[in-house]
C-alpha cells in the first residue's frame, strides 16, 4: 500500500504512483489551498492537483482510495472553517467536489498482518466520538470507518466535522477527524477511555511537519511531511 498524505497543490504524488500504479494508493486528503507564501505555488495549483487526483482515481477506481481534509470540505460546507480557502477558484473547486463527491470517503480500514488500520484525515479522537453521539449514535469499537461514512454520505456529518479546539483556534473539546491536531492524539492516547488505541494503529496527515520527519508512535502515525509512505505486513516506511 501506497500512502499519500496532504498535498496542497504539491506534485510529490506524481512521482510516488508512477511505475506503482496497479498498487493500492490512498490520499489522505486536503489536495486544496498551497502554503503559496512559503512553497511558491499559486492558489491555481491546488485546483489543479485535485483535478489530476479526481482524474487518477477514475483511472483506477478499485485501488485507489481518496478521503477527504478539513480544506476540501471547506468548499462543500459552510460549516467547515476555511484556512488559506481559495475563494478566486471557489466555485471551480466546489463543482469539481460536488460532481465527484462518490469517489471520496472520510475514513478507511485495512486489515494487515493481523492489525486493523484506519486512515483518516487527522485522526478519530475518543472523546470527539462520544461528543457527538447525537449525530452518530453510539459507535462500537471496529465500526468506526462504517459510521463514519455513512453519516457522511447521508449529508450528516458536516455538523461533527466543524469540531476544532483550542490548538486550532476553536472552542470545541476535540477536534474531528479532519480537524485534531496530533498533539491532541498524544493526550488520548494516555486516557482512560482510549480503547481505540488498543485495537487499531490509526494513520492521519493534517499536521503539518516543517521537519520533513513523520510522528509514529505504537499507536499512530501522522504524516503530513510532504512525503509518500508505504505500509506492510512490515510496517509504515519511506518510499524509496
Not at 485546483?47 to 478539513?70: C, M, Q, R, W, Y
Not at 471520496?104 to 493481523?114: Q, R, T, W
Not at 473539546?173 to 496530533?182: I, L, M, T
Request: negative net charge; aromatic residues 10%; contains cysteine.
Amino acid at each position: 500500500m501506497i500512502i499519500i498524505p496532504d498535498i496542497h497543490g504539491r506534485t510529490f504524488w506524481r512521482s510516488a504512483v508512477k511505475g506503482r500504479e496497479t498498487e493500492e494508493i490512498i490520499f489522505l486528503g486536503d489536495y486544496v489551498d498551497p502554503y503559496s507564501e512559503w512553497e511558491g505555488l499559486e492558489p491555481l495549483d491546488g485546483f489543479i492537483a485535485l483535478s489530476e487526483i479526481v482524474e487518477f482515481k477514475k483511472l483506477h477506481p478499485d485501488n485507489v482510495t481518496l478521503l477527504l481534509g478539513n480544506h476540501d470540505l471547506s468548499y462543500l460546507s459552510d460549516q467547515i472553517a476555511k484556512c488559506r480557502h481559495d475563494f478566486g477558484h471557489h466555485g471551480i473547486i466546489r463543482k469539481t467536489l460536488q460532481d465527484n463527491l462518490s469517489l471520496f470517503n472520510i475514513a478507511y480500514e485495512k486489515s494487515i498482518g493481523g492489525k486493523l488500520y484506519i486512515f483518516t484525515h487527522a485522526g478519530i479522537l475518543p472523546n470527539w466520538l462520544k461528543n457527538n453521539e447525537m449525530t452518530l449514535g453510539r459507535v462500537k469499537p471496529g465500526h468506526e470507518v462504517e459510521v463514519l461514512n455513512r453519516a457522511f454520505a447521508a449529508g450528516n456529518l458536516y455538523t461533527a466535522l466543524r469540531d476544532c479546539s483550542h490548538l486550532r483556534g476553536g472552542s470545541h473539546e476535540n477536534g474531528s477527524c479532519v480537524w485534531a491536531d496530533v498533539e491532541e492524539h498524544f493526550d488520548a492516547e494516555n486516557s482512560p477511555d482510549a480503547a481505540i488505541y488498543s485495537d487499531i494503529y490509526q494513520v492521519f496527515g493534517h499536521t503539518l511537519q516543517l521537519s520533513g520527519r513523520p510522528i509514529i508512535t505504537p499507536h499512530f502515525a501522522c504524516l503530513d511531511c510532504r512525503k509518500a509512505f508505504t505500509l506492510s505486513e512490515e510496517g509504515l516506511a519511506l518510499l524509496k
